[in-house]
């Protein structure tokens, strides 16, 4: 008898009928807690090979279990049983490692798709530098998405990978001086070759930007004081980003802290459209970048442009027409329905609820022909609603505990108080009294469920909103950089390494952001990025390396994109080898 790793019995079973005997080989499996027989191979007639081999009974059945000695050794490679000794007082090895981060094979996958090593090679013939950029860059964004830190912080956490460093500290300084020269050249190669592991969504793209702040006082280069998006007091440097349509991120540009965003936009979106060889598309903005200039360039060679509108600010006229309660439409399975009057809708319906209302016109300002597009969402409405009521709770208790307003943004619940103030006579002090500004309520509350958007493209107004929709991708992707990857506060003060620590931040959500469409966005960042944090592995010398972690469906998808698996109760040294060489960048 021959046993495989699990100990199931591998033998010889012959099959009896009236006229013939016919010879199996089978092993003993459970299969839902019960034992029963499995059959692997069927040899044939046993009359048959005695006949055709010119052997006697016996030796058919003795060649029949020479077959499952060697399909047992087949198996066996694939899967050994092992008994490792260990020892109760036997003490480890001084300074010697046994566990080993592995998560970070997965983005090498990724990596491998993308061609780094094609692009570091290409680059570095270049430059005068003999070490390994492909092995600086690809660490330098494994740490960034699993164990975000310092540029030296990462050399040394890099070290408890499966795969060590195989180049010094001073290498990866020397080699964001590197990156920085190369950004754009760098990009438009990913972008190429990106296109060959996932199709790329062009003809939309999505823009927008944000700033990262400096832990210093003094402002210098592109560390300049600006208007922070986390109303800090440090000097920032603003990102400019391109997304396609998928949400993949496509460019960036480091642009000083104290620049006006609207000049962002055009030089940018210049370079990209050439490097990129790209020409028709939609640019997808919110209404801060959408200057007239900026529209304007977006109106000419194939392009267009969607802009978010805010209905406070557009022109009286417009305004009344956009909250006016008659002349709304939906989209329904039987067509578009009009003649819709809002004040007439049950939102208590379910179906209503749920459903979009619109009204469209064209109109022209400042030369500008523009289709301005108003949705009403009794969902988004009852959703607006419920934030400014917690809003208005918390300004009710300012004025209860005496709190002064302050005012920071427009999202700050002070905005709902209005101060009042007594004048002083004789001996009595002048007052300050507070109550809640209901005009300034009922003028917010005006606008709740609606949204406004200006375009030129004359497409079904439902899929304009489709694609205006997905402009949460952008803001998740600075929030990932932001809080996930720790791209902020910057620890460096060169501008050309400032730029060189985005552009690995950049390459870094590319990974991930290629790596969630290949999981079919079945996750959150959270539950990918943690998963991949935990899938360590203890190496027992000379027997393999057993999985720390815990197995899951998300651990089952990620080895299936690998096309190996690390998940078995332990993995030889050998096969080990096998799956990292077959990685090698």
């Given at each position: 008898m021959w046993?495989?790793?699990n ?6 079973s012959?099959?009896?009928?009236k006229?013939?005997?016919?010879i199996?080989?089978i092993?003993?499996v ?8 499995k ?6 007639n046993i009359e ?12 058919v ?14 198996e066996?490679k ?11 007082r ?6 010697k ?14 990596l491998?798709?993308l ?11 270049n ?5 390994d ?13 699993l ?5 030296k ?8 990978y499966?795969?060590?460093p195989?180049?010094d ?10 990156l920085?020269?190369e ?7 990913m972008?190429?070759n990106?296109n060959?592991v996932?199709k790329r969504?062009?003809?939309?793209l999505?823009?927008d ?6 832990e210093?006082?003094?402002a210098?280069?592109l ?8 109303n ?7 990102m ?27 030089p940018h979106e ?5 490097d ?9 903005t919110?209404?801060?970048?959408a ?6 360039f977006n ?11 805010s209905l406070?600010?557009i022109?009286k006229?417009l305004?009344?027409?956009a ?11 039987d ?9 007439e ?7 209503v609820f749920?459903?979009?209302y619109?009204k ?14 108003v949705?009403y ?9 419920k934030?400014r ?6 300004a ?12 920071k ?6 905005r709902?108080?209005i101060?009042?103030?007594?004048t002083?006579?004789?001996e009595?002090?002048?007052e300050?009294y507070?109550?809640l ?5 009922n ?7 609606f ?15 489709k694609?205006?929709r ?5 803001e ?11 791209a902020?506060?910057v ?20 990974v991930?952001?290629l790596?969630?469409q290949?999981l079919?966005?079945?996750y959150?960042?959270?539950e990918?990025?943690s ?14 390396y057993i999985?720390t972690?815990?197995?899951?469906h998300l651990?089952d ?9 690390t998940?078995t109760?332990?993995?030889?040294e050998k ?5 990292l ?5």
């Amino acid at each position: 008898m021959w046993y495989n790793s699990n100990g199931d019995i591998m033998r010889i079973s012959i099959s009896k009928s009236k006229n013939a005997e016919n010879i199996y080989i089978i092993k003993s499996v459970t299969i839902n807690g019960k034992r029963t027989s499995k059959t692997i191979a069927s040899l044939g007639n046993i009359e048959t090979l005695m006949q055709k081999h010119n052997l006697n009974r016996d030796s058919v059945l003795a060649w029949a279990r020479k077959q499952a000695e060697t399909l047992t050794k087949q198996e066996l490679k694939e899967s050994e049983t092992f008994l490792i000794p260990f020892s109760s007082r036997k003490q480890l090895v001084m300074d010697k490692r046994h566990t080993y981060q592995g998560g970070y094979i997965f983005l090498k996958k990724i990596l491998k798709e993308l061609s780094l090593n094609q692009i570091c090679d290409d680059i570095s013939s270049n430059h005068h530098f003999k070490f390994d950029l492909t092995a600086v860059l690809s660490t330098l964004i494994f740490t960034r998405i699993l164990n975000p830190s310092s540029k030296k912080a990462s050399f040394e956490i890099a070290g408890e990978y499966l795969e060590p460093p195989s180049f010094d500290i001073q290498h990866v300084y020397r080699a964001l001086d590197v990156l920085a020269k190369e950004k754009d050249k760098i990009e438009a190669m990913m972008y190429h070759n990106s296109n060959k592991v996932i199709k790329r969504h062009t003809g939309v793209l999505y823009f927008d930007c944000t700033n990262f702040f400096f832990e210093i006082d003094e402002a210098d280069g592109l560390k300049q004081y600006g208007k922070s998006k986390e109303n800090r007091p440090n000097p920032i440097v603003q990102m400019g980003l391109f997304l396609d349509g998928n949400g993949i991120p496509l460019s960036f540009c480091i642009n000083p802290g104290n620049t006006n965003e609207q000049t962002v936009l055009r030089p940018h979106e210049s370079r990209m459209l050439k490097d990129f060889e790209m020409s028709r598309c939609v640019v997808c903005t919110d209404a801060g970048v959408a200057s007239k200039d900026n529209r304007l360039f977006n109106m000419v060679g194939g392009r267009s442009y969607i802009v978010t509108q805010s209905l406070k600010q557009i022109k009286k006229y417009l305004k009344e027409w956009a909250l006016d309660d008659n002349g709304w439409f939906y989209h329904s399975k039987d067509g578009i329905i009009g003649g819709i009057k809002l004040s007439e809708l049950d939102e208590k319906n379910k179906k209503v609820f749920n459903r979009i209302y619109y009204k469209e016109r064209w109109y022209i300002e400042d030369g500008l022909e523009q289709r301005l597009i108003v949705s009403y969402a009794p969902k988004y409405r009852a959703y607006q609603e419920k934030i400014r009521n917690g809003q208005i709770e918390r300004a009710d208790k300012m004025i209860k505990n005496g709190t002064q307003r302050k005012g920071k943004n427009q999202n700050d619940p002070a905005r709902f108080i209005i101060e009042t103030k007594t004048t002083s006579t004789g001996e009595v002090a002048e007052e300050v009294y507070q109550t809640l500004d209901g005009n300034k309520i009922n003028e917010e509350a005006r606008y709740d469920g609606f949204y406004a958007v200006c375009t030129t493209l004359q497409d079904d107004v439902a899929e304009i909103i489709k694609i205006n929709r997905r402009r949460w991708e952008i803001e998740e992707s600075f929030r990932i950089m932001k809080s996930e990857f720790k791209a902020r506060p910057v620890h460096h003060r060169r501008d050309d390494r400032i730029t060189a620590h985005f552009m690995t931040c950049f390459l870094s959500l590319l990974v991930y952001r290629l790596l969630e469409q290949k999981l079919d966005e079945k996750y959150t960042v959270h539950e990918i990025i943690s998963t991949l944090q935990k899938m360590n592995f203890l190496h027992c010398e000379g027997q393999g390396y057993i999985p720390t972690y815990t197995r899951t469906h998300l651990t089952d998808d990620l080895h299936d994109i690998l096309g190996a698996r690390t998940d078995t109760e332990i993995l030889t040294e050998k096969n080990m080898k096998k799956i990292l060489d077959s990685l090698k960048l």
